[in-house]
């Protein structure tokens, strides 16, 4: 099959209503490589780049808003993961670990001049992303199945909802990492 026919047929592949996180991320990954090999391919595929490109850009964004991924965030993950050469899935692990901060300052209290932190990438060599907050015990442990808090009174925390498309690890009870599926 040629690489018109191919592209022609993108649309097909992602109707999503049956893939999950780590399909998703998959699919993102082998979407982008798909546009970058179009890219290097320019001057061979001559009058049809254009169209063969457009047509791999939208099954890619297709696929990122159906996972409800907004307009803004979409345009500047492809741009970032084609500019920089990153796999999609760290893109949108940079994106959910953002999140995934966030929201455990929200679910914890945190003071917001006392926030978690998301750590540089190679913090360590354990790969993902890291959020780091050294202002509540043991939370990183509470974070993916909620318990009981028994440090002064005992509080039961509940478990926080993940970002699609990652699981997490506790570091030690202070830092959190943030993997793809």
Same mark, same amino acid.
């Given at each position: 099959?040629?690489?018109?026919?191919?592209?022609?047929?993108?649309?097909?592949?992602?109707?999503?209503?049956?893939?999950?996180?780590?399909?998703?991320?998959?699919?993102a990954d082998h979407l982008l490589d798909g546009l970058r090999m179009t890219v290097a391919l320019r001057d061979q595929l001559g009058s049809d780049y254009a169209d063969v490109y457009?047509?791999?850009?939208?099954?890619?964004?297709?696929?990122?808003?159906?996972?409800g991924h907004d307009h803004d965030f979409i345009l500047q993950a492809m741009e970032r993961a084609l500019g920089s050469g990153?796999?999609?899935s760290s893109v949108l692990v940079d994106r959910a670990v953002q999140d995934l901060a966030e929201s455990v300052a929200e679910h914890f209290g945190a003071d917001p001049d006392y926030a978690p932190e998301v750590l540089e990438?190679?913090? %360590?060599? +354990?790969?993902?992303?890291? *959020?780091?907050?050294?202002?509540f015990p043991d939370w990183a442990y509470l974070v993916p199945h909620g318990?009981?808090? %028994?440090? +002064?009174?005992?509080?039961? *925390?509940g478990p926080m909802t993940l970002p699609e498309g990652v699981r997490v690890e506790a570091v030690n009870p202070q830092t959190l990492r943030v993997l793809p599926i």
């Open positions: 099959m040629d690489t018109m026919t191919q592209t022609t047929h993108l649309d097909a592949y992602v109707d999503t209503s049956e893939v999950g996180p780590a399909d998703t991320i998959r699919l457009h047509r791999q850009s939208h099954a890619l964004y297709k696929l990122l808003a159906h996972r990153r796999s999609m990438p190679g913090w %360590d060599e +354990g790969g993902g992303r890291v *959020i780091h907050w050294e202002h318990g009981s808090f %028994d440090y +002064g009174p005992s509080w039961e *925390i």
